[in-house]
């Protein structure tokens, strides 16, 4: 192949939103193998993913600022730490999670973010929410109560792990929320540079705190971190958001179902991890539950990437 007929074709891939919207949607689902795979504490884990995202991310976001002279004011600086912090609980708790549970049951119950993220605007912003929306609700909390019934029967610590993963989806939907006031003023990059610096800086002084190590790990988790940094949080997250410029928010989220699916399959080929069949029942439920919930009039920055 020409240098002529590899240019073309990687314009052919940036001129398509629906290649890059799948792009994106694959490469966020290659977060919780990665996770699995590095040898590393949790609370590392999540510090040295936004570590390293905020390194790649600085050159653009430099640039950008330098060239727009964007003010950052002290409100968008409080925004971007509370934002942060919640962005920190998220990772740590849903991180944490993998270490306990399966990716299947993980990646579902932490997949329930648009819906929390529904009811808590219901209930403090008073976004109203509809019928279907509360069908989802309901359907979405079957199928986690399946999940987690056989994790409870099977072993405690898949149960801990269970419930990680769904704190990590209430703290997400906290940190969306928060960030559709933040992102009112601000271009995708320049909240997103500083929320992950806020988030990082966090979870590195909470490893300080509770005294996890920050080294000694073997060569292959540092590439698995990179990796971490640079696939899903980088270019998967920047692959989703750039497709809502050419999809309804709604489409995209439905695209997104397909992470979890993604997951479960990565799991079975690269971990050896084979759901049960009420596992199964239990993530084809939720999913369902969460695809109604789509179906709700959904904002742009509900859908800014937390799984993955």
Known sequence: MTSRELRKNVGAIRKSPMLGLWFGVCAVSAAPILIKLTQAPALAIAAYRLGFAVVLLYPAFYARRFRAQMPYTASDFALSTFAGLLLALHFATWISSLSFTSVASSIVL???????????????????????????????????????????????????????????????????????????????????????????????????????????????????????????????????????????????????????????????????????AVKLLGCTVVIGGIALGFMHKTRPETLEGLKG
Not at 211 to 232: D, H, I, N, R
């Open 110 to 276: 932490v997949s329930t973010t648009p819906v929390f993220a529904a009811l808590i605007s219901h209930f403090f912003t008073r976004d109203k929410v509809t019928l279907n929306l509360w069908l989802a609700v309901g359907i979405t909390l079957i199928g986690s109560v399946i999940i987690v019934w056989e994790d409870l029967h099977r072993a405690h610590t898949a149960f801990l792990g269970d419930l990680l993963a769904l704190a990590g989806a209430i703290t997400g939907a906290g940190y969306l929320l928060v960030g559709r006031r933040a992102r009112r003023s601000r271009d995708l990059l320049s909240y997103i540079f500083p929320l992950y610096f806020a988030a990082g800086a966090l979870l590195f002084l909470g490893c300080l705190v509770v005294k996890t190590p920050l080294g000694g790990y073997p060569s292959s988790a540092w590439l698995y971190l990179f990796l971490l940094a640079l696939v899903p949080t980088v270019l998967g997250h920047s692959s989703i958001n750039w497709s809502l410029k050419y999809f309804q928010p709604a489409m995209v989220g439905i695209f997104l179902l397909a992470e979890p699916v993604i997951c479960i399959i990565l799991a079975y080929f690269i971990l050896s991890e084979a759901p049960s």
